[in-house]
């Protein structure tokens, strides 16, 4: 990385960390926070007002809060679930005085607009509340929205879930529901196909958030790492979703011994409401469905069965009509408008199953057995042709005609055609262990067993006509001219079948020194792939620092070794041709944080800033299309990506939690054989080119409030700001990719009213009453109506003359939602 990046960003992280160290005689309390079982509670929060200072408790319930000696102050105790807890305290200078709490659960519901924002302090990664997402605005309504907010997150796509970290793209992040790694369809091109998120956010107890330089105990990829666990209920109750865009049904609840619980949801979506907003204007016929259950059975108090379920069918039709898109600039203005013929008929079919069982010997020792299945059946099928019309549009101010199309600069039909058919099965048999030290150390490991087998089926050709001119034109002497080119052509018919065995372990080891802790996390982690015989050792460790400061600020470090053995899309090229020899990309992750907790007007907030730089090696690059990753199925590039991102969140409002995130990123790749040469038959490198996630700086707010008086209304805010990405033409080499799209701008603004809280009782006359809490919601998607650009259609004449037309993303729509839980 220059020097000078690193200068800039060691500088931005001095200005932003501001560390102040007073010293005042104070006294410190300790203790351990537990549940009515005497079980620990981990990020229980211990806060002291009038101070305006707080800690969490750690894995094991503990705490260390330092005080001011001399005064009399009360302790608060609460965590999210539990009833809160007060208690006064006063201390000499240098005393110690432990105080140990016992928290009740609260059987309630938690109030939906709760949001918690957690910190594993002493890791990289970062606690979510699953609850947000019921009151954030967003259009796919997808779980992973909820992160469209954070630092070193892009999203640029609100009909998609997908989302890059800290320059690499989606394929790099790993996801898992309890244990359980999440896989998705290969053949989904666009957002428009893409339907159900797989995590179902009603079932949802806890989520855990990297976004690099994260721990051994997690796969083998190279960004981020998102960790969900499903909740298991402790009474009967049931939650109904009703909107424009689809509905939801869950219901869950648990024997009179509490022995067996199970939680069930099943939603719908269809977003032909909003597609309709395209340009391109036709009949969208998108179903989305999906059923997910997760049930457990304790068959005694060491033992425990788990199963988790998932089915969704995914159903996309689409017969286009017509598009008229305007574009270019004041100088330039120019219209496409093109006819279309045919239709686009697309099915995925995706099923997860899990059995865990789960064995509890010993208080400090859980071991885990994990079997589980993922399956897809894939069909992606269209013929369209479209007949376009470029024009030149007047420009000319006052004029008469203005924005109408004065002079046709091109005129053509291309015809687009796919049989595309992909099934694939992953079988996996995993074991986990986790044991607990007298000596402070907390030892995890594991190791897996998985099959694949993949069989791939493609067909796609594009044919373009440009006023009567196949393109490419047959002007090769030995060719005759009547002979029709395809401008794009791709046949595949691959079959995979391989073994890969994995394992890990690690070590977190938590100690003191004069006051001060110290957590060290090491551990290793060995991937074997069968397809290409390659072994790869990661070695991983992490080191947390909080100082004996009367502020909370902890500071932490994390690297290590990050391999990513390919799976099916990277091994094939552009072609469809499988590449076996291919070898795992790399990435050496350099993460330094800093995580400040504070009080300000009375209320908890925290900020925290990670710097960081990956070293990459052995890439493989690709090519991006909407949410399409296409790739060169070769290792032959190197790169970096270097940026830091900084959160504040806490009560703006007192009593609801908002945030806002800023991250600035740079990440390039040099491909290594892209030479070329020049008009003077010199050798020209290209050099370190932007990766396709080069998006150089994002912003996001989610921001809340309620009317003082009138608490039941509530406003919810979500503003989101991503620079421009790279972009160029199709079927070029990588370094001509030197445009940029526009940026990504994007408000969505929601309104909600409490029509029954579960704290108030209603009449026996009021409908209402049979419900828990019942609440409706009106929200206004892209608020400002604002083109974001997603992709580019190229249109070429006959004279070879290349136009980039923009694919617009959706306009504002009004969405009306109602959600009752009983």
Request: aromatic share 14%.
């Amino acid at each position: 990385m220059p020097v000078k990046y690193t200068a800039y960003i060691l500088l931005l992280f001095l200005i932003f960390t501001g560390l102040n160290v007073t010293a005042q005689e104070y006294f410190q309390i300790y203790g351990r926070i537990t549940d009515e079982q005497g079980k620990p509670i981990e990020l229980a929060n211990i806060s002291a007002p009038e101070y305006k200072t707080g800690t969490y408790s750690d894995k094991k319930g503990k705490y260390k809060l330092q005080l001011i000696a001399g005064r009399e102050v009360t302790i608060v105790i609460s965590f999210l679930g539990y009833t809160k807890q007060e208690k006064k305290v006063k201390g000499k200078p240098g005393e110690k005085k432990e105080m140990n709490f016992s928290l009740a659960m609260k059987y309630d519901v938690i109030k939906e607009v709760d949001i918690e924002g957690e910190r594993e302090r002493s890791s990289t990664l970062v606690r979510v509340n699953p609850k947000v997402i019921t009151v954030m605005p967003d259009i796919s309504g997808g779980f992973e929205s909820v992160l469209k907010a954070f630092p070193g997150v892009s999203k640029s796509n609100e009909l998609s879930s997908q989302y890059s970290v800290r320059g690499g793209n989606f394929d790099e992040n790993l996801v898992y529901v309890n244990d359980i790694e999440i896989y998705r369809p290969f053949l989904i091109r666009s957002g428009q196909q893409e339907g159900l998120s797989f995590v179902n956010t009603n079932m949802v107890s806890s989520v855990l958030f990297s976004a690099g330089g994260f721990e051994s105990k997690y796969g083998d990829k190279m960004s981020s790492v998102l960790d969900i666990k499903y909740k298991k209920p402790v009474d009967f109750a049931g939650t109904v979703s009703l909107s424009l865009l689809g509905g939801t049904v869950n219901f869950e609840g648990a024997s009179d011994n509490h022995r067996f619980t199970h939680i069930t949801g099943v939603r719908y979506k269809t977003t032909s409401y909003v597609l309709n907003t395209l340009d391109v204007q036709g009949d969208y016929k998108p179903r989305f469905t999906d059923i997910q259950t997760y049930m457990t059975w304790d068959m005694s108090d060491e033992f425990e069965i788990a199963v988790l379920g998932n089915f969704a069918q995914n159903r996309y039709n689409f017969i286009p009509e017509d598009r008229i898109t305007r574009f270019g600039s004041i100088q330039d203005a120019l219209m496409l408008k093109i006819y279309f013929d045919g239709q686009e008929v697309d099915r995925f079919n995706t099923a997860t199953g899990a059995i865990t069982g789960s064995y509890h010997p010993h208080e400090k020792l859980d071991l885990k057995f994990i079997t589980s299945a993922y399956m897809t059946d894939e069909i992606e099928t269209f013929d369209i042709q479209g007949q376009y019309y470029l024009n030149e549009i007047d420009k000319q101010l006052g004029s008469e005609s203005m924005g109408d199309s004065v002079m046709n600069i091109g005129i053509g039909t291309y015809l687009n055609h796919a049989r595309n058919y992909l099934n694939a099965t992953v079988l996996n048999a995993s074991h986990r262990g986790y044991l607990e030290t007298e000596t402070n150390h907390y030892l995890q490991w594991g190791v897996k067993y998985q099959h694949e087998l993949i069989n791939d089926d493609m067909t796609e050709w594009r044919m373009l006509d440009s006023a009567g001119h196949s393109l490419p034109f047959p002007d090769t002497i030995g060719y005759a001219s009547d002979q029709v080119y395809v401008s794009e052509y791709i046949i595949a018919d691959n079959t995979i079948e391989s073994d890969r065995i994995t394992g890990y372990f690690q070590d977190i080891y938590s100690f003191e020194i004069d006051s001060a802790e110290f957590s060290i996390t090491a551990g290793v982690r060995a991937n074997y792939w069968s397809l290409n015989n390659q072994t790869v050792v990661s070695p991983r460790g992490s080191f947390s620092y909080i100082p004996n400061w009367k502020r909370d600020v902890l500071f932490r470090f994390a690297t290590g070794l990050y391999y990513q053995p390919p799976f099916y899309k990277e091994i094939k090229d552009l072609e469809g041709n499988i590449n076996t020899d291919i070898k795992a990309q790399r990435s050496i992750h350099f993460v330094l944080g800093y995580d400040y907790n504070f009080t300000a007007w009375s209320r908890p907030f925290k900020y925290i800033t990670e710097i960081y730089y990956k070293d990459f090696d052995n890439l493989i690059p690709y090519l991006v299309d909407n949410v399409r990753i296409r790739y060169y199925g070769e290792n032959n590039a190197h790169g970096y990506a270097a940026g830091i991102d900084m959160k504040v969140n806490g009560e703006f409002v007192k009593g609801v939690d908002s945030w806002a995130s800023l991250s600035v990123m740079q990440t390039e790749e040099d491909i290594e054989d892209d030479y070329y040469y020049d008009g003077n038959n010199e050798l020209v490198e290209p050099g370190y080119i932007p990766r396709p996630t080069d998006q150089r700086v994002n912003f996001g707010l989610f921001f809340q409030d309620y009317i003082p008086n009138n608490p039941s209304y509530k406003m919810h805010l979500s503003l989101l700001f991503g620079s421009r990405l790279p972009f160029g033409p199709p079927n070029t080499e990588r370094y001509k990719h030197i445009f940029r799209m526009s940026p990504y701008r994007r408000v969505d603004l929601g309104f909600s009213k409490v029509l029954k809280s579960e704290s108030k009782v209603l009449p026996e006359s009021n409908p209402f009453r049979h419900f828990k809490s019942l609440w409706l919601s009106l929200e206004f998607f892209n608020l400002l109506d604002i083109k974001n650009t997603i992709s580019y259609t190229w249109i070429t004449d006959v004279t070879n003359m290349q136009y980039a037309v923009p694919n617009y993303l959706t306009s504002r729509r009004i969405n009306l939602k109602l959600i009752a839980k009983f």
